[in-house]
């Protein structure tokens, strides 16, 4: 039986309070969420804005931990249990495509980056789940070419789910504002646009845009962006939550040859 070639996403994560709601947010996350269990993937790989290292690390636990690398919350928020479990194989095919790039690296877990978005999209965490971490120390070119290469794990299988934001600057939250302010929906929109029309010199050129700086302040959320572009072959983007909130994040997220209905 010939194995299904697996999507690549990028999730707009936002704030840690998105796992308690039952929005638009939350829905559109369960609708794309039944679609990736009906494509049956092995195993998810998830870039997360949250592992943001000093070189590139993937995971190799059995049973990775839960993070809650998150401060001032209800209690309800901490009460949210997911625990996938871990994929030795993926982690070994990483390896195997990245060589002397990647380093196993088990002191972290299932961050809040990925584990918010997932307890919506696959409750029952039943899909196993392998961290791959954020190299702080390199730019969008090298994260789009770390995507070229994982690409062919889609072929053999394998999810890679890229969680961030295109817009993150906490410094200019507005907490209580349901949208965002112009900087963040003109950026946003930028960015939305050149991937649509496949433009991924001017995603990884992003520092030349309007506000650019402003909408982001620094490369943690941006990055997996460019990571899951190099992993998607020019494909066509789905475009799903395609919204601002809190004046300056952007929850826009993409999916790419995720299987219909």
Known sequence: METQTQAALFVGHGDPMMALRNDDVARALHSIGERIHASAPKAILAISAHWFTRGTFVQSSPEPKQIYDMYGFPPELYAIAY????????????????????????SWGIDHGVWTPLHHMLPKADIPVVELSVNGLRDARYAYEIGRRLAPLRKEGFLLMGSGNIVHNLRALEPDSPHGTAKATAF????????????????????????????????????????ILGATQQEDAEVYNDLQNFGSISMTSFAFGLQKK
């Open 83 to 106: 625990h996938p479990s871990g994929c030795k194989e993926l982690t070994r095919r990483v390896q195997d495509l990245l060589g002397s790039d990647v380093s196993v690296d088990d």
């Open 188 to 227: 946003s929109a930028s960015i939305r646009d050149a991937v649509t029309a496949h433009d991924y010199e001017r995603v990884l050129s992003y520092r030349s845009l309007p506000h650019a700086l402003w909408a982001v302040p620094t490369p943690d959320h941006f990055l997996p962006l460019p990571t």
